[in-house]
């Protein structure tokens, strides 16, 4: 450990009334400056670990860059203090603030992936900050890399520091990272969302094994994250935050079996919807039969023989981790890609299989809606003219006509008249989600696919979404297929399942059938891998496993 | 090295090698029309019909344009570039010495301008915003606003007139002492540098910029490496492609641009030997002097091309 805390026993980090700033630059207005973090108090003891859970801009990564004395962007840390090891890490200065970074504090962020510089080895980068400190000589500290892979179940852990960041995946570059903040022996390291980008079969290996080290080493941790399950399974205590301000404070136990507040009884009861399935029927209107489909000229094959069915008004969910083949399944349905082999069948014709040669009305009756709503509506166009647009495109509607049609669509996504005039950045992000909603159901169809449209919401956003979208199954029919890595949210909305591993449908049936043991092995490690609110769950998923994760 | 990147950088070469054909080509072709007949410009207004008929049968001038062409071509491949009209030299013979001139004088000014350039760059993303980083770039502006024959009249009335530092006229000659040598190309060499200093730190600026926006760099700094720590072992080398880039195209104008400053100061290089003979219409000289000038161009963006191809650790260590 570095060095003896000044006063003995006091607390590791103790963050009292501690204020955020940012100054913002809203487009055709003066500038200001707005509060993100509104006198938040925190202490930490040695050894222990403390989620901060929140939505996103609830100032859970800005309070714990703030026990490094960072703020991102124009953030400024205006007031409050700061004691790390019983002394004002504000007043130390620039050379201060520099030699406790990577130190005393250090950070695990949320992409690896990105935070990896690309023109260095792993090796230089997890040892930089043990040699620039001199904790350690080069040797000792790439000997202690070497031990720290071992521990963190790196394959080949003598060897992969000689690797690129890009030669490795993204959950080994988490546990990279994680073996990175830990080299250098830190008191305390920030975990900012370690796993929320990996897929639920590596979080689970991931989140054992940065709670095993964190066990090991006997390091203090702040664990920031938006998913309460998770938190729950690293943390002693947990912080729940809400704009920028404290809402709840407690054991982990407490916090989510007791909740006091009524926001942090939201979060916990965040997944439950009661979704009654429907009545398998015998006439599906979509239909893929055998469908084989390929990148790169028929080199690799992504979609293995593929046959699932669609009925009316009913939602199909296809689960599966990436590269399993989901998405591409989707681009096959909608011509973007080719089938090579098989067919598609859509209300009694066989579809083309390409977009070019398909009809303007089977076009209309099969919309999309992404993950990425922002990216998937253009930014100069006003909500009114993107919703407007198919309604143009497929019906010839037009003034008075179509501006009816957008604000009747606009109270059916539950948002107002009033949006029509605004523009897709001075929109939320659930909002935006919204707005796509709107647009593919402007041109009537009869099946919407869903390409995680809920995965880069938080939680209680997406399931606004996932509500809206079950009501509009209830008045309009439309059929959905679900794409999604999320099993809880297939429990909220599916009423049948396919289950796909690297390109085939592995288990495939009413969502009854498909969710009750007995379970092949690929589907019991999903499910076994979506982590539950309770304390334990995760050395009882990790002990019960038949089989291990394939993207790792 | 593996397999990939030697067959990009056997395809860049390729393509290299094609597209200098391409301008032979097209600079032949060019020469052609202009107006005016070889011929005729030889021998003077005053020529008789069957003189003019005589020395086009000798220098083949009735042949199709095609096969005087690939005639000229086998020459350039076989070391002939042919005879100057004017002189009636050998050009290969002349433009060797000059070659080497140019070269010497765009070498000196390389050395000078790219690590100067470079350094500059960095400085001015360490105090970007800041009084260093304004001056730096507006000094580095304004002498590239400046017309180059204008900075070299300053320089030469300054260094040579006033405080006749230096010669006011690059003469160089075979076996001129090194340092003698180094005296003469001083000002020609400071004003081909002041020519090119801003385009390359300004690039070199934006391209670390731009990288300085990476998540990395944050990792960087949450290691508590020091400002200038995180420009140069975490910036810069993934800035280095579009960097060697720009440094590559200016040190094709070191070469082929130097024209006007050679004709400021009298030195003795390809870009005075060219407008010489644009001027004296001797278009053999000009289609030799194009065609090197064109093939120095291809030649530095080619090793740009591969520079940019082996910074890149994703091709050069593939999974």
């Not at chain 1, 083949?325 to 579809?351: M, V, W």
């Not at chain 2, 161009?297 to 593939?318: E, F, K, S």
Request: net charge positive; glycine share 10%.
């Amino acid at each position: 450990m570095a060095k003896a805390p000044a006063n003995g026993s006091g607390p590791l980090l103790d963050i009292r009334n501690l204020r955020i700033e940012a100054k913002v630059y809203p487009p055709g207005e003066a500038p200001r400056t707005i509060t993100l973090v509104h006198d938040v108090s925190l202490t930490l003891e040695k050894g222990k670990v403390l989620g901060l859970i929140g939505e996103s801009g609830a100032g859970k990564s800005t309070i714990g860059l703030s026990s490094m004395a960072y703020g991102r962007g124009g953030v400024k840390i205006t007031g409050g203090e700061i004691l790390l090891n019983g002394r004002d890490i504000r007043k130390g200065g620039t050379q201060g603030i520099r030699a406790l970074r990577g130190r005393e504090v250090c950070y695990v962020a949320q992409s690896a992936a990105a935070a990896f510089n690309p023109a260095h080895r792993l090796m230089d980068q997890v040892v930089e900050a043990s040699i620039l400190h001199g904790v350690a000589s080069r040797a000792e500290a790439e000997k202690r890399a070497v031990a720290l892979f071992r521990k963190l179940s790196l394959p080949d852990p003598e060897n992969i520091g000689q690797r690129f960041p890009h030669q490795v995946s993204g959950g080994q570059l988490q546990r990279v990272m994680t073996a990175m903040a830990l080299c250098s022996e830190p008191d305390l390291i920030v975990f900012d969302e370690p796993t929320t980008a990996l897929d639920v079969t590596t979080q689970i290996d991931v989140l054992a094994a940065i709670k095993e080290a964190i066990r090991d080493t006997g390091v203090a941790a702040l664990y920031i994250s938006h998913d309460l399950a998770v938190v729950a399974q690293v943390s002693d205590e947990i912080m729940v935050l809400r704009h920028g301000r404290l809402v709840e404070w407690g054991g982990t136990r407490q916090i989510i079996k007791e909740p006091r507040q009524e926001y942090t009884s939201a979060l916990v009861s965040v997944h439950e919807i009661e979704h009654q399935e429907k009545e398998p029927g015998a006439n599906p209107f979509l239909s893929v039969r055998n469908v084989t489909a390929a990148y790169g000229g028929g080199t690799i094959k992504v979609l293995k023989n593929v046959s699932v069915d669609i009925l009316p008004g009913q939602t199909l969910a296809v689960v599966g981790e990436s590269g399993s083949g989901k998405s591409t399944l989707a681009r096959a349905i909608t011509g973007l890609l080719p089938p090579e082999q098989g067919s598609i069948t859509f209300a009694g014709r066989t579809l083309s299989n390409r977009l070019a040669d398909r009809s303007r009305d089977d076009l209309r009756e099969l919309q999309m809606i992404y993950q990425m709503a922002d990216v998937a509506m253009n930014p100069r166009q006003t909500v009114g003219t993107i919703i407007g647009r198919p309604l143009e495109f497929y019906f010839g509607m037009g003034g008075k006509e179509r501006d009816a049609r957008v604000a009747e669509l606009l109270d059916k996504i539950e948002m107002g008249r009033g949006f029509a005039d605004r523009y897709p950045a001075e929109l939320s992000g659930g909002q935006k989600q919204r707005v796509c909603i709107a647009r593919a159901l402007a041109a009537k169809p009869r099946l919407i696919i869903c390409d995680e449209v809920t995965s880069a919401l938080d939680p209680l956003v997406a399931n606004g979404i996932l509500k809206l979208l079950l009501g509009l199954q209830a008045e309009e029919g439309v059929a959905y297929l679900f794409i999604t890595h999320d099993l809880a949210t297939v429990k909220s909305i599916a009423d049948s399942i396919a289950v796909m591993y690297r390109g085939e449908v592995v288990r495939y049936g009413p969502k009854s059938e498909v969710l009750k043991p007995p379970f092949d092995a690929y589907t019991d490690l999903l499910l076994s891998s979506v982590p539950k609110m309770e304390i334990g769950w995760l050395e009882k998923a990790i002990g019960g496993r038949r089989m291990a994760s394939a993207g790792n | 090295m593996s397999n990939p990147i030697l067959k990009l950088i056997a395809q860049r070469i390729a393509l290299g090698l094609l597209l200098l054909l391409a301008v032979s080509v097209l600079i032949f072709a060019g020469t052609q029309i202009l107006p005016g007949d070889v011929a005729q410009s030889i021998l003077g207004q005053s020529a008789t019909p069957q003189a003019l008929a005589n020395l086009r049968e000798e220098l083949g001038l009735n042949d199709p344009a095609i096969v005087r062409y690939f005639r000229w071509l086998g020459g350039v491949l076989t070391g002939d570039l042919g005879t100057a009209l004017s002189s009636r030299q050998d050009i290969a013979a002349s433009i060797g010495g000059r070659l080497w001139n140019t070269l010497f004088l765009a070498f000196w000014a390389a050395v000078v301008s790219v690590p100067l350039a470079i350094i500059l760059g960095l400085l001015a993303v360490r105090y970007r915003n800041g009084w260093i980083d304004k001056t730096i770039s507006g000094l580095a502006l304004a002498s590239t606003s400046l017309p180059e024959f204008f900075i070299g009249y300053l320089l030469v009335y300054f260094f040579a007139v006033k405080l006749q530092w230096f010669p006011g006229i690059s003469t160089v000659y075979d076996g001129m002492p090194f340092l003698e040598r180094m005296k003469a190309i001083a000002l020609p060499a400071t004003a081909l540098t002041l020519v090119v200093l801003a385009h390359m730190m300004r690039m070199t600026r934006a391209a670390i910029l731009n990288v300085m926006q990476s998540a990395y760099i944050e990792t960087a700094e949450l290691k508590g490496l020091s400002p200038f720590d995180i420009i140069r072992k975490h910036a810069f080398p993934n800035a280095i492609a579009p960097i060697i880039n720009v440094v590559m195209l200016n040190l094709a104008f070191l070469i082929v641009g130097v024209v006007v400053i050679e004709v400021i100061f009298v030195y003795p290089g390809m870009g005075q030997y060219l407008v010489d003979h644009v001027a004296k219409r001797d278009v053999p000289v000009v289609q030799a002097v194009g065609l090197i000038f064109a093939a120095v161009y291809i030649g530095l963006n080619i090793v740009a091309d591969i520079a940019a191809i082996v910074a890149n650790p994703r091709l050069r260590h593939p999974k």
